[in-house]
DNA sequence: GTAGCGGGTGACGCTGCGTCAACCGCAAGG
DNA sequence: CCTTGCGGTTGACGCAGCGTCACCCGCTAC
């Protein structure tokens, strides 16, 4: 006789029995009757050929509800497959993006480790001073490095902390292909703006926060720096702090 | 004052209220207090940036008792994205081997739809005939397609499916890792050959039988029918029909 | 009589919130 | 003074696909 009981159907197809129980439950595949002793399911030829087949489209990955509708008839199963196929391209891609964006963090992370805070304004001397000077006017550089000259010990640990902290979002950010202008690259970047003004002697003006973005790329203390987060961060950063002072200040 | 309440979050890092409150529950994120009227949450600068790392560490996928153990110090970030990165690309891989199966599935579809019997000799024009007259000889060449041309509507209909049990069969058996010369594999070339000679103009003998291979790898018309049933299903077909032709014939 | 097998039916748990539902505090307008 | 509306509050259910108890039943073998 071709009846099984559910263990026999276990055995014959690996699935387990709360599975076929749930299939049952929602409806996917009821058995033929559930008259054995004590209410016991059982199956025949036709549940085990649709169980058959629900294993098949379960196996690619396709939900039960999408099943039973092709089951029943109402779905197209080639057009059905058709968008699944897309669904798993977009699903892949977007791991692939996932993937991408977490090893950028991670290579950003083993950089920042290399990092220490204490060398980290270590090239504000005098030489570059003059230099930046003559590029984007006297006012600007001195406050910018005479705000870093004057912070305390504890302020060299503390706002390196934070810089990394932005710069690392912002690299992520990047990673996604988010524009600079896009509203949670300026939300960091308004960050980055609160901290800076923090350690200026005054509030600094859209001129003076575009110049430090220029300062940012011209001196190759900071450009390398900021570089270490990925080739052409630090125009990135510009082009957000420019957009920040074109919109926000 | 730099407290915020929740819809000021909301608006301050694009997170919903239901989230921040979810994260109160889960004790992922609590406000600094909640002492507002009506009880409402107030976040401070601690809890901002707490959210904007937690926010950091969830657009990489990483899960929410991961980012609070990382948090806690409990865990290090590094290692944790380290081992996130290996399980996306665990999970790339699975689904990219899903999505290879789904296509292979939408092919075999499409292929048996395509085998509609009317269908089936379409692509049998002018001009390949000349192309493949040029490469097997006249004869060869003329024979097969005559005789596909000549068949009935019926036949049209009947050929393809024993075509087709027969492809399958074949396919099974390449599954297993039979060889081509396999006596298993033998009989259903055996078939084949009846099923064609049925229908050629008087029986092919062992060159003609290798030409008909030599189209079926050659000509795409045949050979992506037959790639579908695996990538070098055509190959086996010929190397099959090949070992018939030189043993049987 | 009892132990054991092979079943049965609830019901909770997992993930990360979305989405009601029902209620509260406060300010402005009629 | 009452209503309206905003912005919040706390539950509680729902989502996918079962795994995993907990507890019960019928039949068979010892």
Chains 1, 2 share one sequence.
Do not use: C, N
Not at 98 to 119: N, S, Y
Not at 127 to 151: F, I, K, L, S, T
Not at 154 to 163: D, G, I, T, W
Request: net charge neutral; aromatic share 6%.
């Amino acid at each position: 006789m071709d009846t099984w009981t559910t263990a026999e159907l276990v055995r014959l197809t690996g699935v387990t029995a709360r599975t076929l129980r749930h299939y049952d439950a929602i409806g996917l595949l009821a058995p033929a009757d559930t008259g054995g002793p004590g209410g016991q399911r059982r199956y025949r030829r036709p549940q085990l050929l649709r169980l058959q087949q629900i294993l098949l489209l379960k196996r690619l990955g396709l939900r039960l509800d999408v099943i039973a509708d092709i089951l029943a008839g109402g779905l197209d199963e080639l057009a059905a497959l058709r968008r699944h196929a897309a669904d798993l391209a977009r699903e892949q891609d977007r791991i692939a993006r996932l993937a991408a964006t977490v090893d950028a963090t991670i290579r950003q992370l083993e950089g920042a480790r290399a990092m220490a805070p204490e060398t980290w304004f270590d090239g504000l001397d005098d030489p570059h001073r003059d230099d930046a000077r003559r590029r984007w006017g006297r006012a600007v550089v001195e406050r910018a490095y005479q705000a870093m000259q004057d912070m305390t010990p504890e302020q060299r640990r503390a706002v390196p902390a934070e810089f990394d902290r932005i710069a690392t979002a912002l690299a992520a950010l990047r990673a996604e292909g988010r524009d600079p202008g896009d509203p949670a690259v300026q939300t960091l970047v308004a960050d980055h703006y609160a901290l800076v003004a923090r350690h200026w002697d005054s509030e600094p003006g859209a001129a003076a926060y575009r110049g430090l973005g220029a300062l940012y790329t011209d001196d190759p203390r900071f450009r390398d720096q900021y570089e270490q987060r990925g080739a052409g961060f630090t125009a990135y950063l510009r082009a957000a702090m420019d957009a920040y002072a074109d919109t926000r200040i």
